[in-house]
């Protein structure tokens, strides 16, 4: 059975930094092709970054320039790093899992991905 939990939510200033990590197992994790979504209240939710085995990555414009995606296949955890976090960014962070190779084009998309984490809360104030 597939497994993600997610740790490293906190509140912050704007300005701060987090890591976020994603525990996963249950499955061949680094066959997989991982993500991080985000929901903030009243919005859906949306891609953040993904990463594929070989390391390839994708982020969200928004997000360019200040987060950082990365995963250890020895420690089956994908980390989420969080550098100079805007209010904007407060959500629930979610992590995602793919059994199938996913395209960087389609990489931020949640249709693409079969396993969900329960969340963790990231509130950053102003």
């Known amino acids: 059975q597939v497994q993600l939990v997610e740790s490293g939510g906190d509140s912050v200033q704007a300005g701060g930094s987090l890591t976020l990590s994603c525990a996963a197992s249950g499955y061949t994790y680094s066959s997989y092709f991982m993500g991080w979504f985000r929901q903030a209240p009243g919005l859906e939710r949306e891609g953040v970054a993904g990463?594929?085995?070989?390391?390839?990555?994708t982020y969200a414009d928004s997000v360019k320039g200040r987060f950082t995606i990365s995963r250890d296949n020895a420690k089956n955890t994908l980390y989420l790093r969080m550098n100079n976090l805007k209010p904007d960014d407060t959500a629930t962070y979610y992590c995602?899992?793919?059994?199938?190779?996913?395209?960087?084009?389609?990489?931020?998309?949640?249709?693409?991905?079969?396993?969900w984490g329960q969340g963790t809360q990231v509130t950053v104030s102003s």
């Open positions: 995602a899992a793919s059994r199938f190779p996913i395209a960087a084009s389609q990489a931020l998309r949640i249709y693409e991905y079969d396993y």
């Open positions: 990463i594929r085995s070989d390391v390839v990555t």
